[in-house]
């Protein structure tokens, strides 16, 4: 008498239920959305940065500009220099991001200055009856040198002495300067999330055309 014997087939996936397949797939989504906000986050911060870096960039270029015109000026000998600097400042101070120009001399007294001129207390809230504007504004200030020849060079060489004139205020509008990016930075974003809406519906549509499949596979067997 011969023995039968059965052989059950193994599956070859192990099969899961289908609430534990809805809790994996809940998962799955809330880390992706977790991950997806640290980004922003990340890329957000970043961004800033980067505005904040170049603001500081473009205010000092200009103000070495500045520095250099001013330099010129002191070094002509044309008797009407602080009247051409004071013109040169009202020009320089009618773009909408800069407030105001000032030159003081070594000791901090103020020489020339533009039409909207601002002293510090004022800027910060320091004066009586005024408000602090510290956020509003962003205050860079260097040193006015001017070369002179030494009168005790030999004609063989050629000395420049550095003697110091003074000092420049160069006061900006942060948020005059700093629009034109934000402003690209805000398109970038918004090109972001709706790519990222995009991607949420693709997804979608991709998860029920691949369920569909699986049902229809599991049908079949």
């Known amino acids: 008498m011969t023995q039968l014997t059965t052989h059950t087939e193994q599956p070859l996936y192990p099969k899961i239920s289908p609430i534990y397949n809805k809790i994996m797939q809940l998962a799955i989504a809330i880390f992706l959305i977790i991950v997806l906000m640290n980004l922003w986050v990340f890329s957000y911060g970043n961004n800033q ?15 070495m500009q500045i520095t250099s015109a001013t330099q010129i ?52 809230g320091i004066s009586s009856n005024k408000a602090d504007r510290s956020d509003k504004y962003s205050t860079f200030i260097r040193e006015v040198s001017v070369q002179e020849g030494s009168d005790h060079a030999s004609d063989d060489q050629n000395v420049n002495i550095s003697t110091l004139e003074g000092y420049i205020r160069f006061t ?17 974003y918004d090109l972001v999330r709706l790519m990222m809406i995009l991607a949420v519906v693709v997804g979608f549509f991709l998860t029920r055309g691949l369920n569909r499949f699986s049902r229809q596979g599991f049908r079949l067997r």
């Open 73 to 124: 000026f002191l070094q002509s000998d044309d008797a009407n220099e602080r009247k051409n600097i004071q013109h040169y400042f009202d020009d320089i101070a009618k773009a909408p991001w800069i407030k105001e120009l000032s030159f003081y001399d070594k000791t901090g007294m103020l020489l020339i200055a533009s039409q909207e001129y601002s002293t510090i207390n004022d800027l910060y």
């Open 49 to 63: 940065q980067s505005t904040t870096k170049h603001f500081n960039q473009i205010s000092q270029q200009y103000l």
């Open 172 to 188: 900006v509008a942060n948020h005059s300067l700093t629009k034109e990016i934000e402003a690209q930075a805000a398109e970038h």
